[in-house]
């Protein structure tokens, strides 16, 4: 975290000229996810969820990429680009899914169930998608769950509000590891009631993070990108939208005439903002371009047992 005076004498930097002008001098992309603060979404280079920055980090020519999200999407990058510098803003930036599901537990888990199939949410350590055998977004877990033969058992981990609604989705009996996003289950059912109540012609649009009652109310499910989608298309004006409020930022963009009314959790409090993302500031998107610092690095042997369910994903999307 910058310092007082770090931050003092960043203060009369254009951060904006100078982060342009760093990325080039650096041949680096910024990568950013739909939960960021919205001034490091207008710098970065690409934004989407967490599909769409495995493919833009699979795809870049950069000699650098600096990750503006959490520390498992910049595992994943550096998974996908061995040879390139994945930086992190801030290595702080966690996700309680990921630390909900440590690998030495969830081996053991694993081994209760011989022969089954494991399909893990890619919001997981690096050490836990080592363990998997495919891996899965919220925009593709449906279809890779179908694509697994019906008497194939499978396992599904971590996020168990996914994994219900997966089940519902398709049919299939899946066992799952009982992990939840901290944001995701503060959605209050009772407030969404109010807001609806209050607004009564908006759509309700959730993400399968969400719990089950909440996913019931909801006119559409889809994933972070989904969502942006749907309110770009659809023709409704008033949308209720029940996920982590940094995506109104691009949903604004997308459709500026259209009301926004973010759904708030029990209590008076910021709750739906994922407090992992928010870790990352331009300020410290700024000095990581300028130190090179701070860098990802891991583990050959784990790097390639990773990569093994991620390319299976990245084939099947």
């Not at 990750?67 to 996700?95: Q, S, Y």
């Not at 209720?240 to 959790?265: C, D, F, W, Y």
């Not at 709750?271 to 090179?292: G, I």
């Amino acid at each position: 975290m910058p310092s007082a005076a770090t931050s003092e004498s960043l203060a009369h930097l254009d951060l904006d000229a100078e982060i342009q002008r760093l990325k080039k001098e650096r041949n680096a992309v910024l990568l950013a996810h739909y939960y960021q603060d919205s001034e490091i979404q207008d710098f970065a280079d690409f934004i989407g969820d967490s599909l769409q920055l495995a493919q833009a980090a699979r795809d870049t020519e950069a000699d650098v990429i600096l990750f503006a999200g959490v520390h498992f999407m910049a595992e994943t990058a550096k998974i996908l680009n061995p040879e390139r510098i994945v930086l992190v803003p801030d290595m702080a930036a966690g996700c309680s899914l990921a630390d909900g599901c440590p690998a030495d537990r969830f081996r053991a888990w694993k081994a209760k169930y011989p022969g089954s199939i494991v399909i893990s949410y890619i919001n997981c350590s690096a050490a836990v998608k080592a363990e998997s055998d495919i891996i899965c977004t919220s925009s593709n877990a449906k279809k890779i769950v179908e694509s697994i033969p019906k008497e194939q058992q499978i396992l599904f981990a971590p996020d168990k509000n996914l994994g219900r609604y997966l089940i519902k989705e398709t049919g299939r009996d899946m066992v799952l590891w009982q992990g939840s996003c901290i944001v995701h289950e503060t959605f209050s059912q009772r407030r969404l009631i109010e807001l609806r109540m209050q607004h009564p012609e908006a759509k309700i649009i959730a993400h399968p993070e969400c719990q089950e009652q909440l996913l019931d109310m909801a006119d559409f499910i889809g994933s972070t990108a989904a969502l942006l989608r749907y309110v770009e298309n659809d023709n409704a004006q008033q949308f209720i939208v029940v996920t982590e409020s940094g995506i109104l930022h691009q949903m604004k963009k997308r459709a500026p005439n259209k009301e926004l009314i973010a759904a708030p959790p029990e209590g008076n409090c910021a709750c739906n903002e994922c407090p992992f993302m928010r870790l990352n500031t331009p300020e410290k998107v700024y000095l990581a371009l300028r130190d090179l610092e701070p860098r990802l690095e891991m583990d050959p042997e784990l790097r390639e047992r990773a990569k093994k369910p991620i390319d299976r994903m990245l084939e099947l999307s």
